[in-house]
């Protein structure tokens, strides 16, 4: 798990900065996950530090996506 603070859900991607400063984009988020913290519409979330677990998928064109596959809440 890593530790990032959510920024934004734009246009059905999910942005993310890491404690290094670098920022992430993921294409999908994992129903549970997704179910658990609604983050396409509450945007209370939006800056709030999460530990994320997330993977690489190859798509069908053989492009590289990020998925989260769990997010927890860092109180």
Avoid: C, W
């Avoid at 993921?26 to 179910?35: C, G, M, N, S, V």
């Avoid at 530990?51 to 989260?68: G, H, L, S």
């Amino acid at each position: 798990m890593k530790v990032a603070v959510f920024q934004s859900y734009i246009d059905g991607l999910y942005t993310f900065m890491f404690e290094n400063g670098e920022d992430m984009i993921f294409d999908e988020i994992h129903p549970r996950a997704l179910k658990q913290f609604d983050l396409k519409h509450d945007e209370s979330y939006i800056d709030q530090t999460f530990k994320i677990t997330f993977v690489e998928v190859a798509d069908a064109n053989d492009d590289v996506i990020y998925r989260i596959d769990s997010l927890k809440l860092v109180q």
